[in-house]
């Protein structure tokens, strides 16, 4: 207990003052601090090319990202198979540093701005579509850089003032000609169906889908007897396979991820739902898996080009070196990895052909009109405003065959 | 000590401390860093906001996110729909987000402790759904946050880019935490917030004392929301983005842990659960998927021999080491203090 | 249709009282809400998972699982739980970093892919009109006599009346001369055990990954509220009424609807009755 409280009061008094100026002072240093001007980006010399990727390497989406990391590789072990890109008579090997984003938004900001303080030019993805908002943000009103993504939300930006050095490695999925209205007439070409069922997760991609095939299907004259969305943790699709039962389609859309299309098959292969047709864009044939032959019918959209077709002669280097590489050949998911793999060969040889890696406006310029490169997999084509145009692909699956067609130009 | 002799005190060495740590940020002032630190301060707001109404008040509220939320959706919402003033939206925003709280807040009269909290979950999750199945409001992919409509303030000749990156957001987002910490402190040092102490110690001794427990209840909730919605705002804002993700049980869970590992009930709790999310969840050099496992070893750590968190484990330290101190002064005749007890 | 929806609403039914059984126990006994019950059950269909695929066959990989999760169980109970008995805060945040724990180990050892358990019994039946899956028959039935056994022996077998007598009171059971200490790591071990069979069996029908417990976890807290907190038949009341207006509201609403539904029946139940159906008002709700 204080005895004499008034002295006490009129001693500390100064002190008081002093502290809270102190304070204040330590405020206004650190919020000047904060405020001044950028950062230093740490620029390390070095004679390596480095690219920065940002996709998920775990996460829901991860075993996506492992197609493009092996997509990535393959198309380094290309570009350096004779050293690297060669500027002023030296090879500069071309590496990548792939910072994981575990298929968050959080995850992807840090990603690039983790490339941003390491002074990367040059970015890959992000790939999600959320993650790719959050994260082209910190690099969208800048001029230092180039981005190479197959992202669907990055479609938004492209033609725009913020989408200026920005690449969309997949063709329009979206809109008129895009890939989900050629699916919805590939499949009404070679299925004929009278009554499509869909079933759709409840996520962006399925916002993007619905009413594009909504539209497609109706604008080919066929019904659509039972259209729903499913929460994206569902894996219990047995009321909805009763419930579309019952509307009896002859062709049914189902949701875009193996890992949902599968379970789906699985147990409408389980409850004798097996007359209709299935498909759907981005899964694969790894849906067919436990439904033990009782699905006969079953097509998928590929956003790029099939790597699983051994008779597709423009893949046979690739399937080559996938194999050499990974001792196995690439599955049917492995389309996916394509989405990276043209584009960073690409991008070698245009900075190759520009002859210096910080014109960063020239090798913009020269990536939307390079036409042929080593190992070239797909027919891709940057138009000026940096969206791709290749063909996608649809395979049919029918009693075990797997035959793959080609969409039109779009 | 007189009382507001003991508050400025306090608000001077609350607001002090978590200025130091932004020193180290700064001073590096790498972009990463910097985002780190920012999302620190995000998360350190969630806990105050959880802190003010379950802390204080002894309310276990999982809806805090949920009222986040709430108010990141209508900020959004008004501006992009509405072009409505950057300003007036986030006061909207709270306002909406504080009458909300209003309904948690009249539904913990009826149920206390453990119903009260699962009632709360259901009150977060129904938010989710709503807001998930709602074209308005972007369904999954939500909706993208216009940050390059924050001003540039001009004070003198410093120009502050609330926009940027290298520091002026930190720097907004540093001066947020600070006026709602210094909120906290005051709230702990005022009448009002020494009742919610005593309701959530002892319902029946408060209202026997006179101290009206409904009315406390409902304030603290309101606080609670004013601090939730900041801290919405504020991270819908870093992320250039606001989708149902960010307000989700899994989040509020995270929240919760942080809060009891710092010290739940103390002022400068929030601070260090800042400061555990930036060094466990951010800076630790492991891979995605060993990140959650690192946070709960640590937490169960932290819980089994500090069983009232790091700030109650740093009180027990500071005691020790004062107690230590005046045994030594005594000892070599310096203080003339007759006992180790005197205050 | 109507059969269908029915049955998938048992369906529905017999997998939450399968994960939520073992749950209610621990809370009834230890009063600690474990939140990692939906990573153990999710640890251990990975386990049966590997077993099962290594070659074991299915039953003894659940016997063996469901013994591994016992003994984690017991650690656990006597190493992180007992310490924490009269704090029953910290034991809350513990189950909460255990999820973290377990959620890595599962990530780090099986990855992000969905696996697949081979299902009991295949093909459909034929009931009343609806086609059906024999698995989830299968399921039913075993949920029904195995939760059926569990539940009259907590009411009538002579162990299950010490669960019930510490669960209620420990202070009075202790003094009654019950061993309250080893009832605890018995109720702990029983949990992790249900969790474990229930993590098997359910793996035989949807696919193994990730998520899979912590989905199941919330619908399990809803149904153990509803159904009345402390009493395990009561859960299995609480499932049966959770399932079956799940099944019912997602065939005949659209699903924006039909995921409010769990919601609302939780909500109303805590405004109107909190104790739950089968709950007695022995706690201040």
């Not at chain 1, 939300?153 to 895009?178: C, N, V, W």
């Not at chain 2, 759904?129 to 972007?138: F, I, K, R």
């Not at chain 3, 790591?185 to 793996?203: M, S």
């Not at chain 3, 029908?205 to 199941?216: A, H, Q, R, S």
Request: hydrophobic residues 50%.
């Amino acid at each position: 207990m204080r005895r004499n409280k008034d002295r006490e009061v009129s001693w500390r008094a100064p002190r008081k003052r002093m502290r809270m100026w102190t304070v204040l002072l330590a405020v206004v240093a650190v919020l000047a601090a904060a405020c001044g001007d950028d950062g230093g980006e740490a620029n390390e010399p070095s004679s390596a090319i480095v690219l920065g990727a940002t996709f998920p390497l775990t996460g829901p989406a991860a075993t996506l990202g492992r197609e493009w990391d092996r997509g990535i590789e393959l198309a380094l072990d290309v570009v350096n198979a004779d050293g690297g890109v060669m500027i002023d008579g030296v090879y500069h090997p071309m590496e990548v540093n792939v910072i994981d984003d575990e298929t968050t938004a959080a995850g992807a900001q840090r990603g690039v701005q983790q490339h941003l303080d390491d002074g990367r030019t040059f970015y890959l993805g992000p790939v999600s579509s959320s993650s790719f908002d959050t994260a082209y943000g910190v690099l969208r009103d800048r001029d230092d850089r180039i981005v190479i993504t197959p992202a669907t939300a990055a479609e938004k930006y492209i033609g725009t003032p913020e989408g200026h050095m920005l690449f969309r490695t997949q063709s329009s999925s979206a809109g008129e000609d895009g890939g989900y209205a050629q699916f919805a007439r590939a499949v009404v070409a070679e299925y004929a169906p009278t009554r499509v069922a869909m079933l759709v997760p409840q996520d962006p991609t399925g916002d993007t889908q619905v009413p594009i095939w909504t539209q497609g299907f109706e604008d080919a004259g066929v019904e659509i007897v039972y259209s729903e969305r499913f929460a994206p943790d569902t894996r219990d699709f047995a009321p909805y396979i009763s419930a579309m039962r019952g509307t009896n389609p002859d062709f049914v859309v189902g949701p875009y991820l193996d890992s949902m299309m599968g379970p789906f098959l699985s147990q409408a292969a389980q409850l004798d739902f097996t007359e209709a047709a299935f498909g759907s864009a981005g899964v694969s044939a790894a849906s067919l898996a436990e439904t033990d032959g009782a699905i006969t019918d079953f097509t998928w959209m590929i956003i790029t080009r099939a790597v699983d077709n051994p008779d597709d002669r423009a893949l046979a280097a690739y399937r080559e070196a996938y194999f050499a590489k990974y001792g196995e050949d690439p599955p049917s998911i492995g389309y996916f990895a394509l989405s990276f793999y043209d584009p960073i060969i690409m991008l070698a040889e245009a900075i190759e052909t520009v002859g210096a890696v910080d014109d960063l406006e020239a090798i913009a310029t020269e990536l939307t009109r390079i036409d042929t490169w080593p190992s070239q997999a797909m027919d891709i084509e940057f138009d000026e405003d940096g969206m791709a145009h290749y063909t996608y692909q649809q395979a049919f699956y029918k009693d075990g065959e797997i035959v793959f067609r080609e969409f039109t130009r779009n | 000590m007189t009382a507001s002799g003991r508050l400025r005190g306090r608000l001077q060495v609350e607001i002090f401390w978590p200025l130091l740590l932004a020193v180290p940020v700064v001073a590096s002032g790498t972009l990463q860093h910097y985002q780190w630190a920012v999302n620190g301060v995000i998360w350190g707001l969630w806990a105050l906001s959880l802190n003010i109404v379950w802390g204080y008040a002894g309310q276990l509220s999982v809806a805090q996110l949920a009222l986040g939320g709430v108010a990141g959706y209508t900020t959004t919402l008004l501006i992009s729909l509405h072009d409505v003033n950057l300003v007036l939206a986030v006061l909207a925003g709270v306002g909406t987000a504080v009458l909300c709280s209003l309904l948690l807040g009249l539904a913990s009269l009826r149920l206390h402790g453990f119903y009260f909290t699962i009632l709360s979950v259901s009150f977060a999750a129904v938010f989710v759904t709503l807001v998930t199945n709602s074209d308005t409001a972007g369904r999954t992919a939500g909706l993208l946050v216009d940050r390059g409509r924050l001003p540039v303030v001009d004070i003198g000749g410093l120009r502050w880019d609330l926009d940027s990156g290298s520091g002026g957001f930190f720097a907004l987002a540093l001066v947020v935490f600070m006026a709602m910490h210094a909120l906290a402190v005051l709230l702990r040092e005022c009448p009002a917030g020494r009742a919610m102490f005593a309701v959530r110690d002892d319902e029946a001794l408060a209202s026997s004392l006179g101290i009206r427990g409904a009315t406390i209840k409902i304030l603290s909730f309101a606080l609670s929301a004013v601090v939730a919605s900041v801290a919405g705002i504020l991270q819908i804002y870093s992320f250039r983005l606001i989708v149902p993700e960010f307000f989700s049980f899994h989040e509020a869970l995270l929240s919760l842990l942080l809060l009891v590992v710092a010290g739940l009930g103390y002022t400068y709790a929030p601070a260090i659960g800042a400061v555990v999310y930036v060094v466990l969840y951010q800076a630790a050099p492991v891979e995605g998927e060993w990140r959650v496992g690192l946070l709960g070893v640590f937490v169960i750590l932290i819980v089994l021999f500090f069983p009232d968190g790091i700030a109650g484990g740093i009180r027990l330290l500071a005691r020790r080491a004062s107690s230590l101190v005046g045994r030594a002064a005594r000892w070599s005749g310096r203080s003339t203090a007759r006992s180790d007890y005197a205050e | 249709m109507l059969v269908e929806t029915i049955f998938a609403g048992l369906f529905l039914a017999s997998i939450y009282a399968l994960a939520a059984f073992g749950l209610a126990i621990v809370y009834g006994v230890l009063h600690v809400l474990n939140f990692a019950h939906g990573a153990l059950l999710t640890l251990s269909a990975y386990l049966v998972f590997q077993l099962v695929t290594s070659g074991w066959p299915f039953w003894g990989a659940i016997i063996a699982v469901t013994v591994v999760a016992a003994g984690i169980g017991v650690l656990l109970e006597l190493f992180l739980f007992r310490r924490v008995i009269d704090r029953p805060l910290s034991g809350l945040i513990i189950s909460i970093g255990l999820i973290g724990i377990i959620d890595s180990l599962v990530a780090v050892g099986w990855g992000p892919d969905p696996r697949a358990l081979p299902r009991m019994v295949d093909g459909s039946m034929t009931v009343f009109g609806g086609i059906i899956a024999k698995d989830r028959v299968l399921v039913v039935v075993i949920a029904i006599v195995g939760l059926g056994l569990a539940q009259l022996a907590i009411t009538r077998a002579p162990w299950g009346k010490l669960l019930r007598a510490t669960a209620e009171d420990r202070e009075a059971a202790a003094m009654q001369g019950i061993p309250v200490l080893r009832v605890r790591t018995a109720a702990f071990v029983v949990g992790a055990g249900l969790a474990a069979v229930a993590g098997g069996i359910i793996g035989t029908t949807l696919p193994v990954e990730p998520g899979l417990g912590d989905n199941l976890i919330l619908k399990a807290f809803i149904v153990i509220i509803v159904g009345g907190v402390g009493s395990t038949g009561g859960t299995l009341l609480g499932a049966a009424v959770v399932g079956l207006a799940e099944a019912l509201s997602i065939s005949y609403m659209p699903t924006s609807t039909a995921q409010l539904v769990p919601l609302a029946v939780l909500i109303v139940i805590l405004l109107t009755r909190p104790q739950g159906i089968a709950g007695t008002l022995t706690e201040r709700v």
